[in-house]
């Protein structure tokens, strides 16, 4: 798992001799290739990256760390269930190993001035730390989940009374009976909302999903807390007393998939919509820089498609869709960057910027490939007028 805060210190590194070295690991399914292509493969990849390392002066730091990476890899499977990643600089004493799910597109190494994070921070994205809550009318079973891993956690018994045979014991009536089971089952249903409002609280819960059978749920829903209701991201119906946790992954992750899809395509209207009427929108790359630059930015949109060289100003920062030697803005000399990407994504760390990553969409690649929700255009900020 990769916090905010570790992507934002890795984005940090800068390494003026290309010693940043990046792997991630994408296992195959063993019916795709053999465990023997793949580590091919990743040798191949290992001994192109030294060969383009010494053609650019001997480095014994990226040296180090492409050994040590085609070591890893002899011990990677294809058939095993995670990803991986692997920042490396030994030069500065990092060697940061984080297990990633399934979903990288390919298995890539890159040697450069700064790490390659794009495809850790668009899985990371995509991944809000979810709460399952399985519930009955005695039980609660938890679980977490967080991206393809689904882990029971220590969940709520509260048996409701038996009844025995028909009319109770010691002359108790039905209806007595029954009123004692309801106030056992709505004990029930409190002490489950009291957890989930402490799960709320702590740390790592970016969400909850709730699956119970349909009779169940307008039972359980007054005694939500405001919170945990404010987080609910979604409800599927399930007998909890038999689901196995396959389903519940199953069921949650396609909910969270719903989610997502629906909150990228209202993103994508509202920045499109508003770059055409000069709203809170801006599309492209030289409009997104300069919204960068500006401080403009609430929400960065990453097309998959968009990859762009450019330069960057080593005093200043400021970055130029031109491949330009001197920065427009200071006037010192620049580097030449092949993509931006990494560039931006570290500004936009830096900034408290939230990042979406738009899958493949015809209407924002046409706009662009990339863009930017504003929290306001500075050019409009005088005299007070943003449209919407
Ligand atoms: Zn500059």
């Not at 359980?220 to 119906?237: A, D, N, S």
């Amino acid at each position: 798992m990769i916090t905010r805060e570790e992507l934002r210190q890795l984005a940090q590194l800068d390494s003026p001799e290309n010693s940043a070295v990046t792997f991630y690991f994408q296992p195959q399914t063993p019916q795709n290739k053999s465990h023997r292509e793949e580590q091919i493969q990743v040798k191949d990849l290992v001994r192109e990256a030294l060969h383009r390392a010494e053609k650019n002066g001997n480095n014994p730091s990226v040296r180090a760390d492409l050994k040590r990476i085609l070591e890893l890899a002899g011990q990677l499977h294809g058939n095993h269930a995670r990803g991986k990643g692997v920042f490396a600089f030994s030069a500065k004493g990092i060697w940061r190993e984080i297990d990633l799910p399934k979903r990288l597109k390919r298995t890539q190494l890159y040697v450069a001035h700064r790490f390659h994070l794009r495809p850790l921070a668009a899985v990371a994205a995509s991944a809000p730390r979810c709460c399952v809550a399985l519930i009955d009318r005695e039980r609660a079973r938890l679980y977490e989940l967080w991206m393809d891993e689904v882990r029971e956690q220590a969940g709520i018994v509260d048996l409701l009374p038996r009844t025995g045979r028909s009319s109770g014991p010691g002359g108790y009536d039905a209806g007595h009976i029954e009123r004692h089971v309801e106030n056992s089952a709505m004990r029930h249903f409190k002490n489950v909302a009291q957890r989930l409002q402490e799960l709320q609280s702590g740390r790592g819960c970016d969400g909850f999903i709730v699956g119970c059978r349909e009779d169940v749920w307008p039972q359980l829903e007054p005694h939500l807390h405001t919170y945990v209701k404010q987080k609910l991201l979604g409800r599927f119906g399930i007998d909890p007393a038999v689901a196995t946790a396959d389903q519940v992954r199953e069921q949650a992750q396609r909910i969270l998939e719903e989610r997502n899809a629906a909150e990228r395509q209202t993103l994508i209207r509202e920045v499109v919509g508003g770059a055409q009427r000069n709203g809170r929108g801006k599309v492209g790359l030289r409009g997104v820089l300069e919204a960068l630059e500006q401080g403009e930015v609430q929400t960065l949109l990453f097309g998959e498609a968009f990859y762009a060289p450019g330069s960057e100003c080593g005093n200043c920062g400021h970055l130029d869709s031109n491949l330009v030697d001197t920065c427009p803005a200071c006037g010192q000399g620049t580097r030449e960057l092949e993509d931006l990407t990494d560039a931006i994504l570290r500004r936009a760390l830096d900034g408290n910027i939230a990042v979406v990553y738009i899958g493949p969409d015809p209407e924002f690649e046409k706009a662009g490939k990339i863009g930017a929700l504003l929290r306001f255009r500075a050019d409009q900020a005088k005299s007070g007028k943003v449209a919407g």
